[in-house]
């Protein structure tokens, strides 16, 4: 991987030993500082000022899109757009247009269709390129190097020059041929996922990274896997059952929950799992909550509450669910074999266990589906939001319930997808340390 260190500041340039290149942004530091060792870029914005440059410059140029200049320099042209991608033929009819040795285009990421039109053009254009996503989307295309066959790729030294940079020290430790693994879901800004795997990553010796892909639908979210090499993804809120259909194969147990929440992708086939459900069971166990012969009442119907139901029939429970959207829950009801009552008909004391997959108290400020004054100290509360007090479990500890932790739940789950990504079992303890 050749990585170019963008400077924001001079004072940055005595950090940039494992920088191949370096580049000297003109609008943000307004001179050329001196540099020995490395091959430079000094990149204008507006007026091309050759006189600026040192006696005996042999670097490259970055002109914008202003006029080519009168130079045997290496000129590299560069269109930035931070509003949107356009579409692969539109990418290839910009940069191909450029009177430039070298066409870079930056463009917005948004979706994973962005990043297919990224790759598209990246492998189609004939030139030589350098073709970057921005935003946290896009941070995939600055460790894909060789797969978007661009010349070089950048990173920053102190602080971030565009959205979606990693540092140079951690781009030149990733390489070309890291493990990349993520997770697809919307919204995402509140997720520890990253956090848990990468210290999996590290505590086992595997160079490889987690990203988060935050998008708003799933469009080429299964091509974009291919396209990137990324080796898994775990998959949350809204897609776990919407992705099944992009899948080559899932295993028994998940295509029975009908959830997928892991995918593991082996040579471009993609296969689903529910590691939830191994992240359910570690929780119960972790609480010394013995299902057999319990009732529990499940609030929710998404992914989540697929595992949740499938695991706890499966260990002797008597399952109802109940659930904001009366449709979906009366749904999974029907494909789990469970009973589905609406929320202000069901007596909680009846149950043993109540189980909240809902988003209430993570992304999602709404009313629960059962009036939380009827929980009492009979009752375990099991909450899959993780990371600080919500409404139930404040309620549940008011009135001394027992807890199930979603903490434990999530290093749980998390553990497991990456025993199946990687091999390495047993990272649940390191996990759940970074989740503390």
């Not at 396209?227 to 919407?242: A, C, H, S, W």
């Amino acid at each position: 991987m050749k990585v170019c260190a963008s400077l924001s500041s001079c004072s940055e340039k005595d950090r940039i030993q494992s920088a191949d290149m370096v580049e000297i942004r003109l609008d943000l530091l307004g001179k050329i500082p001196d540099i020995k060792n490395k091959e430079l870029l000094v990149t204008y914005r507006g007026n091309i000022d050759l006189s600026i440059l040192p006696h005996g410059y042999s670097g490259m140029l970055d002109i914008g899109e202003e006029k080519r200049p009168s130079s045997k320099l290496t000129i590299l042209a560069s269109h930035h757009d931070f509003e949107r991608t356009p579409d692969a033929e539109d990418i290839l009819s910009i940069l191909n247009k450029m009177d430039s040795d070298i066409s870079k285009g930056a463009f917005s990421v948004k979706s994973f269709k962005d990043l297919h039109n990224i790759w598209k053009a990246a492998t189609s254009l004939k030139k030589r390129h350098v073709i970057l996503g921005m935003n946290e989307l896009g941070t995939i295309t600055r460790i894909r190097q060789n797969i978007l066959e661009n010349e070089f790729t950048f990173g920053y030294v102190g602080e971030p020059t565009a959205p979606g940079q990693l540092s140079v020290t951690q781009m030149k430790e990733l390489g070309d041929d890291c493990m990349i693994t993520g997770l697809i879901g919307h919204p995402l800004s509140k997720s520890m996922s990253p956090a848990m795997h990468n210290a999996a990553f590290k505590n086992t010796g595997i160079n490889g990274i987690y990203l988060k892909f935050d998008s708003d639908n799933l469009e080429n979210a299964c091509d974009v896997i291919r396209e990137y090499n990324i080796r898994g993804i775990n998959v949350t809120i809204p897609y776990k059952q919407d992705i099944m259909e992009q899948l080559d194969s899932v295993d028994d147990d998940t295509r029975t929950i009908g959830a997928v929440n892991t995918i593991v992708n082996d040579n471009g086939k993609l296969k689903g799992y529910n590691t939830d459900v191994k992240g359910i069971e570690k929780a119960l166990e972790i609480s010394h909550f013995d299902t057999s012969c319990k009732r529990a009442l499940i609030l929710g119907s998404g992914g989540a509450a697929r595992a949740c139901a499938f695991i706890l029939k499966k260990k002797g429970c008597r399952v109802t669910i109940t659930g904001r959207n009366s449709i979906t829950a009366k749904k999974l009801a029907d494909d789990i074999d469970c009973e589905y009552k609406p929320g202000n008909s069901i007596p909680i004391n009846m149950h043993d266990l109540i189980v909240n997959c809902t988003p209430i108290g993570m992304y999602d400020n709404g009313e629960y589906p059962i009036r939380l004054e009827h929980l009492s100290k009979n009752h375990t509360v099991f909450d899959m939001v993780y990371g600080h007090e919500t409404p139930i479990l404040a309620k549940a500890s008011s009135v001394k319930a027992k807890t199930v932790s979603g903490t434990d739940m999530l290093a749980g789950q998390g553990s497991a997808s990456f025993e199946l990504w990687t091999g390495q079992k047993d990272q649940f303890e390191i996990m759940r340390r970074v989740l503390e």
